[in-house]
């Protein structure tokens, strides 16, 4: 990854304290009775972010990450647990109360191709969010052509529209939106799924520079343990929205304390394809793979349809984190986790 050395756009962050606290935070979706009876999609996540940070949000799809990022926003309610920004209160503010906290709190969503309008110019985008901010005219103009350089894009493509650039140019585009009001936090929803690998290390690189560059805290929201590795201080892993085990980035991807955690790594794709297919041989003769149909029981530990290192606790107590080796773990047994990695990750002889 490599920093530039230009100064710092903006004045430099409180680093003493976390610019984003989440505490026990539920969420569920479904109106009435229904939606009061169907299980959370989150479901009492915590966690804090310090200014210049990115914390890696990692899990299969449908474990709630994209949920997380919607409270966080508030484009969806919580049912439970408080949001904090810069230590203020913000978990249930209106839309209307929030859109001063237009320039603080922004987003970068996946799919680089919906998320632009393509009946607008670049800087007919890059100028909305600015005059919610009071900035008008020129100034706003000028600071659109400033946020476009920053992101490596010519300050002319003001004039054009999005359909004339690649997904790349576009995410980079949509980088531009997200920064040009100066925020201190940035939800990064999948930012790379959708870009071929040249150019998600690109926007990677960017990001990690525009970060280092002004202090911004990024809530970095992945499918892949490999890429979150990458951007990432820390990171939370998460299933049924659920926090299964949280800590450093390199502690928790490479010495996982924690089945699913291990699971994810070993599916993660590896060079020689001949290994890759021995893991996928371990993690079906270990059913780690997919639950298939089977529930978890209420009370108990949401994994433990699929996980080989199960017994009777697993299903009646609901493990709390707790620490293990440098990390936060959800597990009773997670001291075994080492030799069920090593079953999982075997190497190719
Ligand atoms: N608008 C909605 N209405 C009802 N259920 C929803 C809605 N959005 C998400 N869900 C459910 O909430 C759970 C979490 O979804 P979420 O989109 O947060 O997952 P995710 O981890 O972001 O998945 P992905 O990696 O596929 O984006 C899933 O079970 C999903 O089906
Ligand atoms: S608590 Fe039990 S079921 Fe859950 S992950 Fe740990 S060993 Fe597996
Ligand atoms: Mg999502």
Same mark, same amino acid.
């Given at each position: 990854?490599?920093?530039?050395?230009?100064?710092? /756009?903006?004045?430099?962050?409180?680093?003493?304290?976390?610019?984003?606290?989440?505490?026990?935070?539920?969420?569920?979706?479904?109106?009435?009775? $229904?939606?009061?009876?169907?299980?959370?999609?989150?479901?009492?996540?915590?966690?804090?972010?310090?200014?210049?940070?990115?914390?890696?949000?990692?899990?299969?799809?449908?474990?709630?990450?994209?949920?997380?990022?919607? +409270?966080? !926003?508030?484009? *969806?309610?919580? %049912?439970?647990?408080?949001?904090?920004?810069?230590?203020? &209160?913000?978990?249930? !503010?209106?839309?209307?109360?929030?859109?001063?906290?237009?320039? &603080?709190?922004?987003?970068?969503?996946?799919?680089?191709?919906?998320?632009?309008?393509?009946?607008?110019?670049?800087?007919?985008?890059?100028?909305?969010?600015?005059?919610?901010?009071?900035?008008?005219?020129?100034?706003?103009?000028?600071?659109?052509?400033?946020?476009?350089?920053?992101?490596? @894009?010519?300050?002319?493509?003001? &004039?054009?529209?999005?359909?004339?650039?690649?997904?790349?140019?576009?995410?980079?585009?949509?980088?531009? $939106? %997200?920064?040009?009001?100066?925020?201190?936090?940035?939800?990064?929803?999948?930012?790379?799924?959708?870009?071929? !690998?040249?150019?998600?290390?690109?926007?990677?690189? !960017?990001?990690? &520079?525009?970060?280092?560059?002004?202090?911004?805290?990024?809530?970095?929201?992945?499918?892949?343990?490999?890429?979150?590795?990458?951007?990432?201080?820390?990171?939370?892993?998460?299933?049924?929205?659920?926090?299964?085990?949280?800590?450093?980035?390199?502690?928790?991807?490479? *010495?996982?304390? *924690?089945?699913?955690?291990? %699971?994810?790594?070993? +599916?993660?794709?590896?060079?020689?394809?001949?290994?890759?297919?021995?893991?996928?041989?371990?993690?079906?003769? @270990?059913?780690?793979?997919?639950?298939?149909? +089977?529930?978890?029981?209420?009370?108990?530990?949401?994994?433990?349809? $699929?996980?080989?290192? +199960?017994?009777?606790?697993?299903?009646?107590?609901?493990?709390?984190?707790?620490?293990?080796?440098?990390?936060?773990? /959800?597990?009773?047994?997670?001291?075994?986790?080492?030799?069920?990695?090593? $079953? @999982?990750?075997?190497? *190719?002889?």
């Amino acid at each position: 990854m490599t920093a530039t050395s230009a100064p710092a /756009a903006t004045a430099p962050a409180d680093t003493t304290a976390p610019v984003l606290e989440v505490r026990d935070l539920v969420v569920r979706y479904g109106s009435g009775r $229904r939606g009061r009876s169907a299980p959370p999609a989150v479901d009492g996540v915590s966690f804090d972010i310090w200014p210049g940070e990115t914390l890696g949000v990692v899990g299969e799809s449908g474990s709630g990450k994209s949920t997380i990022g919607k +409270a966080v !926003l508030g484009l *969806h309610p919580p %049912a439970g647990g408080t949001v904090k920004l810069h230590g203020r &209160d913000i978990t249930s !503010l209106s839309l209307k109360q929030r859109s001063r906290l237009v320039a &603080d709190l922004r987003v970068v969503f996946q799919d680089p191709y919906s998320s632009l309008n393509p009946a607008r110019t670049i800087g007919q985008t890059l100028v909305e969010p600015l005059r919610l901010l009071g900035l008008k005219g020129a100034e706003a103009w000028a600071k659109a052509r400033a946020g476009l350089e920053s992101v490596g @894009l010519p300050g002319d493509a003001v &004039d054009r529209y999005p359909t004339q650039f690649s997904g790349g140019q576009r995410q980079r585009i949509a980088i531009a $939106r %997200a920064l040009v009001c100066d925020p201190k936090v940035v939800v990064l929803d999948e930012p790379v799924s959708a870009l071929d !690998l040249s150019t998600q290390a690109q926007v990677l690189n !960017l990001l990690a &520079d525009l970060r280092d560059q002004r202090g911004l805290a990024f809530m970095f929201i992945a499918h892949d343990l490999g890429v979150v590795r990458f951007l990432a201080q820390r990171s939370v892993v998460l299933y049924r929205g659920q926090v299964m085990e949280t800590g450093p980035v390199e502690a928790v991807s490479s *010495h996982s304390r *924690h089945p699913y955690t291990a %699971a994810l790594t070993a +599916a993660a794709p590896v060079p020689r394809p001949a290994e890759q297919a021995l893991r996928r041989v371990a993690r079906e003769a @270990l059913g780690i793979g997919s639950a298939g149909s +089977a529930q978890p029981t209420a009370g108990g530990c949401p994994f433990a349809p $699929r996980c080989p290192l +199960a017994t009777d606790v697993c299903v009646d107590e609901r493990p709390a984190l707790r620490p293990v080796d440098g990390k936060s773990v /959800a597990c009773h047994h997670a001291e075994r986790v080492p030799q069920l990695l090593d $079953r @999982l990750t075997v190497p *190719h002889p």
